[in-house]
């Protein structure tokens, strides 16, 4: 057999994938300084089943279609220019725009998804399911084919999957792995507008690797974006915008109860019981909006945003002795097991309530919901600097995440938004969420940094760049507990075996050290509590 030549080789490797070409391209280039005839022999077998896998991906390309009547399909010739011409494209525009579902498919259109897989993240790990199926709905296709998803502890994806919607943690982990990312060759970061500590860490990353990638392509997208801060961030990169939801939603706000010494003498004009303030009781007050709506028309379901599982439990206890069995009451929250979340998309008769924390906020619609109470709160996980722990308060939602919750009607019709605060509090609110990394501890992000491999925190491109006074007293912290060696100048080796283990737990870094210790002394389980209780 004729040895193959290393130029041949090379130039077909234009045909296979990202991931192939790079190991293919040191495979020749050893076979080169080895001399080995055999070598190039085996390389070119290689060469062959890698371009037989290309194949095999471009022939699953499903086709493509946009539903015409979502405001993203508008701009479909604007998008695809965008993204062929442009590295890195800003995508803004309200919810119910479309974004989330229809991006990849422009991408698959592109011919993104064949030389790469195209990673599509989320949030959380529901909207990354739902997501999934739903794409895999509209291009007819089984999930776990061309397209899938990866969560924590679940993977519908198979090796040769087109369009992979994750969680944005999980795409974080696999740098660790392939600090180059070239299984893909397309990245969507879905709702950016959340500045989470992943999203932030991702957007920094991807920040240092495009030059090093110029066959990436980055899409960052959200309904409430700040597009100029993002377009900045990527040297200018190009804003493309669409318009929101398709059919109107009525905003009703709640007026706050006189406060005391306030002149609250009967003017003689009767109560109007949906103008109950937050001065109430707050079950009180969703139970009377609730009531209004349901008697809006014979028709369309109630989606109620409330702060926690608790909360939900003790609404949901309140709303099934006052409506009595012919309204369905559904909860959807995080802990929840994938089949009683899924109960929330399944198609039923009659009418339904549901009680949702802030998962159903964003990238999953609810179907059905013509109506949302909205009470203006969340948990918040914020960092005290008082007590020098990080907390989950209860706390005043922005403006932004106000207008994602009333973007969950009006869907398929007029809907109805009711606020359960007087609009001039929503108007004093701030416009965004404060990034995670503003309100968390930088003990704790240093930490993660570490455990991700990203390098020095005081160089690393972050959006908001934390401050320096900051940042050194995270690190003596960190030191102080073990978890950095201070002896290590390699920001990427400076973690100690005892700081990777402190990396793994969801608490703030001296609450965990507290854990590990409890460990070793035999009483995790006495620690483990008063850590909860502190926390």
Known sequence: MQRPAAPD??????????HDEHRLRRRIERARRDRDPQAYVR??????????????????????SYPPELPVSARREDLLAAIAEHQVVVVAGETGSGKTTQLPKLCLELGRGVRGTIAHTQPRRLAAR????????????PLGEAVGYSVRFASQAREDTLLRLMTDGLLLAEIQQDRELRRYDTIIIDEAHERSLNIDFLLGYLHGLLPRRPDLKLLITSATIDPGQFARHFGDAPVVEVSGRTYPVEVRYRAQEPAPGDDDEDDGEAEDPGRRGLADDPVEAIGDAVDELLHEGPDGDVLVFLSGEREIRDTADHLAGRLGPKVEILPLYARLSTPEQQRVFQAHRGRRVVLATNVAETSLTVPGIRYVVDPGTARVSRYSARLKVQRLPIERISQASADQRKGRCGRTANGICVRLYPEADFLARPRFTDPEILRTSLAAVILQMAALGLGDVEAFPFLDPPDRRQIRDGVNLLHELGALDPAVEDPRKRLTPLGRRLARLPVDPRLGRMVLEADALDCADEVITIAAALS
């Open 43 to 64: 390389v070119a077998e290689e060469v062959e089943r890698a371009e037989a896998r290309l194949a095999r991906r471009r022939a699953s390309v499903p086709a493509v």
């Open 130 to 141: 739902t997501v999934a199926q739903r794409i895999a709905d509209e291009l007819r296709v």
């Open 9 to 18: 080789l090379r130039a077909r490797l234009a045909g296979v994938t990202l």
